[in-house]
């Protein structure tokens, strides 16, 4: 089994960035798609941004533009650089492969609040 620890999250006012850090116990990341999910109080996780094995990434609407997703296979881990944030960006953040029905056991999470 694969343990998943993001961290990087915090409190920030709106229009400011954040870089969300995952990392892998096991040096596995480089065979597998990955995404960013995150889960607002009250709402259904939903997939934020996504990385091929091959580097190719994908966005959400609601992000596109703003985020930047990366991954570095030598170090086992997966980046979210956040920028122009938004209130309604506040959620936890969670990393995992991609699609969510091949998902590892789910990490802590690491909150993010985007409030002024």
């Known amino acids: 089994q694969v343990e998943l620890v993001e961290s990087g999250g915090g409190l920030v006012q709106p229009g400011g960035s954040l870089t969300l850090s995952c990392v892998a116990s096991?040096?596995?990341?480089?065979?597998?798609?990955m995404g960013w999910y995150r889960q607002a109080p009250g709402k259904q996780r939903e997939l934020v941004a996504r990385?091929?094995?091959?580097?190719?990434?994908n966005y959400a609407d609601s992000v596109q533009g703003r985020f930047s997703i990366s991954r570095d296979n030598a170090k086992n881990s997966v980046y979210l650089q956040m920028n122009s944030l938004k209130p309604e960006d506040t959620a936890l953040y969670y990393c995992?492969?991609?699609?969510?029905?091949?998902?590892?056991?789910w990490g802590q999470g690491t909150l993010v609040i985007v409030s002024s």
């Open positions: 096991k040096a596995i990341l480089s065979f597998f798609d």
């Open positions: 990385i091929m094995s091959g580097g190719e990434t």
């Open positions: 995992n492969r991609y699609p969510e029905r091949y998902s590892w056991s």
